[in-house]
């Protein structure tokens, strides 16, 4: 019987691969590296052998997909930022019996899934920043799910989530569960991007206040609270990928029935207008 052995809320900021580099932001996020880090030491210790990542930069159209290829290498280049993610090598081992057993479970659950094995299906960055920082040693699997869901209710995805719980707890794979996505996610407008000192602020006063609040409820164990508005908060305050990252999270956690508290690894901070952190939530043993 697999189990999911550690989950999170991450952060993917391309700024973090800017960070190793010399230039002006050398450093500068050097806290969310190292978040990403221990996050990965604790999947190590917890014993997770795959990561499934719930990825807010694949956009999917139609259906619900997986990622499952066997094994993933590429260079990479990002096309919303190529001057700050490009020749970017990886080369991971893939689940994908664990992404199969995904689709499967929640195709008979009622929401149409695809797992893919098709070798010119690359990565997307919501996957890979995280993956070069956790998984340095490519000793973990990894499965990447598609978490930028244009025409998708809430609804169906937390069917999708519970279904990737109910498969990975029929599964013989232990998994470390990662939501990578931001908390608000209103980028600076292009035009005053540039005046407002853009990449180390936040665009909304307002969007700070409720990212503050639900890291608030998370650390308090609230989740009941939270799931209450988070249709509200992704909508007023631009969840990336309309949060469904963070809905299918929950949702295999067990949604409401889910207990835990969210332990913040990285202090919350702000990026090109969007608000940052690393959260782990804890879980029964």
Request: one cysteine or more.
């Amino acid at each position: 019987m697999g189990k999911i052995v550690l989950a999170a809320k991450t952060t993917h900021v391309p700024t973090m691969l800017l960070s190793e580099m010399d230039g002006p932001l050398k450093g500068c996020r050097e806290a969310a590296i190292e978040g990403h880090r221990e996050i990965g030491r604790r999947a190590r210790e917890a014993g997770a052998d795959t990561f499934v990542v719930l990825d807010t930069h694949w956009l999917v159209n139609a259906g619900y997909h997986i990622n499952a290829n066997h094994r993933f290498k590429g260079t990479f280049a990002s096309h919303e930022f190529p001057q700050f993610i490009k020749d970017l090598d990886y080369e991971y081992e893939g689940n994908a019996a664990l992404g199969n057993l995904m689709a499967e479970t929640a195709t008979n659950n009622g929401v149409y899934t695809l797992s893919h094995q098709v070798e010119s299906l690359d990565l997307e960055y919501g996957t890979l920043v995280p993956m070069r920082y956790m998984n340095e040693d490519k000793a973990m699997k990894v499965v990447s799910v598609a978490a930028w869901c244009t025409v998708h209710s809430h609804a169906s995805t937390r069917t999708l989530g519970a279904s990737i719980g109910e498969a990975i707890a029929k599964s013989d794979s232990n998994v470390a569960l990662i939501a990578s996505g931001s908390l608000s996610h209103h980028i600076w407008p292009n035009d005053i991007y540039a005046e407002n000192n853009g990449t180390f602020t936040i665009s909304s006063e307002f969007n700070r206040q409720v990212d503050l609040r639900v890291l608030e409820l998370w650390q308090q164990g609230d989740i009941e609270t939270f799931l209450k508005m988070l249709p509200d908060y992704a909508e007023f305050c631009d969840g990336e990928g309309d949060m469904h990252d963070t809905v299918m999270l929950f949702a295999a956690l067990g949604w409401d029935k889910y207990k835990g508290k969210g332990e913040i690894i990285t202090d919350y901070f702000p990026s090109s207008g969007t608000g940052q952190t690393n959260v782990v939530f804890s879980l029964d043993d």
